[in-house]
């Protein structure tokens, strides 16, 4: 008999305990595989997406909302010589520092969840991306150091966490996800993309809502200054800290979920650290402590039974390295890095192009902010969140 493992709450049902009587592990394995193949879709599905998709939303969110924030902080942080506007090399330099981490939290959290589990590093990077989300938000400049510097700085450490939800999120719905429905909750999950760009662009007309009167100020971003550029000053960090709330409610059943049941099967195979824990956990304590001797029996004893190989990288090599599924890799990573490169350049410099084309103008700077917000949310409302449902 196997030994139960831990986790599990009502996005994430735990299909590895329903079997656990079952001695044989291949038949085992066979039976849980088969119930999250064959499960009928229904809220436990929607749920998971839900879970997973809210880490999406929270992705966008953070990503483009600096776009609406950078004219921002010109107005506060370079006031004087440069009349209110910021540098176009800062500009960028905060724009593109989120998409450097992203490509290192993609790369280290997909390789840790490979080797130590998928259960022990998702929710990790929500800590990660909600704690440089308000730490963005809090900061500023002084003597010693730039603004431009320290938002870099907490951006690139945003974006490992929104690297590594990137990956985690999208094994963990398809490996609970059912045969029939993988593709359909997969897009479902990455849709929430949309509604993050929706979400910045309505905490922005929000805020501009709020601080009117002072806004109203301001003739240009040259002059807002005093009451107005204290309304901008808050308004920035209102629109970034905004950004770890949906993280925060999300949080809960991303660190309760069970391990999945593939990985429990075909890469740990170790029931017995798991029951330890798990009596750990009822206990109250940090972790379990199994009699190693025993460990090691039962997991010799396993791997005598258990047929599937664990894969490894030649394999990968092997099945990739024939061109019918090489051809595949290629064409689908090769349309998503070109869809990218238009994706997060004009999400991120949306602002800069509604102002070229004089949309965003206007005689004081409510009108120009509450433009620009406006104008982002007109172009996801038509374009991106149509894109990702139609699909």
Known sequence: MAVETAGGNAAFHNFHNDFAHIADPNERRRLAL????????????????????????TDAYDIFAI????????????????????PSANDTAIKVATSGGTVIGQLGFGWLADVVGRKKMYGLELIIIIVAT?????????????????IIFWRVIMGIGIGGDYPLSSIITSEFATTKWRGAMMGAVFSMQ????????????????????SLLLGKSFATCTGDCGLAVDKMWRVIIGFGAVPGCIALYYRLTIPETPRYTFDVARDVEKAGEDVKAYVEGKHEGHPDEVRRVQVLADQGDHIAIPKASWADFFHHYGQWRYGSILLGTAGSWFFLDVAFYG??????????????????????????TAVGNLIIVCAGSIPGYWVT
């Open 34 to 57: 088969a119930e999250i193949d064959k499960a009928p879709f229904g809220w436990y599905h929607v749920r998971a997406v839900i879970v997973a998709g809210v880490g999406f939303f």
């Open 134 to 150: 308000l730490a963005q938000s809090l900061a500023s400049q002084s003597p010693g150091i730039c603004i431009t510097g320290i």
């Open 194 to 213: 949309g509604f993050g760009q929706f979400g910045a662009a309505i905490i922005a007309i929000i805020t501009c809502a709020g601080f009117k009167e």
């Open 67 to 86: 776009g609406l924030v950078t004219p921002m902080l010109g107005v506060v942080y370079w006031q004087g010589s440069s009349k209110g506007t910021i």
């Open 346 to 371: 004009l999400g991120l410099n949306t602002p800069t192009i509604l102002s070229a084309i004089n949309y965003s103008g206007g005689s004081n700077c409510y009108e120009i902010f509450y433009r």
